[in-house]
């Protein structure tokens, strides 16, 4: 995909989705893709690879939650994998702290390798596995903490509610649509709160997806 095109697509997709973003990040989110590409033709980072979907199903939608995560002085990813979506709302959100952990060393190499050919300050690839003891495991509290295709949703928020620091939020990506009371039912579950959810498609493929956003009770 040439650089014009790219822009295009980008700036298309942030248009249906309800989403701004700076100029600079278009060049950096190509950067970023470029990167992803080299890596992943030595080691398998990820198995979306055509550029077109790499835009759509790892850029796109994880700038689709800026709404849920602006304003945030820190956000954790837990399972960020090739760093989705951690990175792209770091590029959007340049003053937020993130910390992208994961249980595969090289595809927390790939984090730590591609924040650094981005020259971007204030983000940490973390080596670690996410048990629910983020003392022991070394993973600090954030103000929000993420994930996406990581756990299902009532794992999500049994493990979740310890790495939020307090008056924090727990965000959740859903490839599955859930009901609000279905959602509800889960939060509480977990003495948590539904702060808000809303579904969404991305906007070449029209696949669905859901956030929802909790805190606790
Ligand atoms: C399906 S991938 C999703 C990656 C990325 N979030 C995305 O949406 O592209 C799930 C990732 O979670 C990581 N993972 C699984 N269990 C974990 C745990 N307990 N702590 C940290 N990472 C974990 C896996 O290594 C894998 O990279």
Redesign the pocket.
């Known amino acids: 995909m040439d650089n014009a095109r790219f822009v295009d697509r980008l700036t298309a997709g942030c248009q249906s989705l309800g989403v701004t973003v700076a100029e600079d990040v278009g060049p950096r989110l190509q950067r970023l893709m470029a990167e992803l590409l080299k890596w992943n033709a030595k080691v398998n980072l990820?198995a979306i690879t055509a550029p077109e979907e790499v835009l759509e199903k790892?850029f796109l939608d994880s700038l689709a939650v800026l709404p849920e995560v602006t304003g945030a002085a820190t956000l954790l990813d837990?399972?960020?994998?090739?760093g989705?979506p951690g990175l792209p709302l770091k590029l959007a959100l340049p003053s937020m702290g993130v910390t992208l952990?994961?249980?595969?060393g090289k595809?927390v190499a790939f984090i730590k390798a591609a924040a650094a050919s981005l020259g971007l300050q204030g983000v940490r690839g973390l080596h670690?596995?996410?048990?629910g003891q983020p003392e022991t495991e070394g993973i600090p509290r954030a103000e929000v903490l993420i994930?996406?295709?990581?756990m299902d949703l009532p794992d999500w928020l049994a493990l979740a509610p310890a790495y939020v620091e307090p008056g924090g939020r727990v965000v959740a990506m859903l490839g599955k649509q859930q009901t609000d009371a279905e959602l509800a039912a889960r939060a509480a579950e977990r003495q948590l709160r539904v702060v808000s959810s809303r579904s969404y498609r991305l906007p070449f493929s029209g696949a669905e997806r859901q956030v929802a956003v909790f805190a606790k009770e």
């Open positions: 990820t790892h837990l399972g960020a994998g090739a989705f952990v994961d249980t595969v595809k670690a596995r996410a048990e994930a996406r295709a990581f």
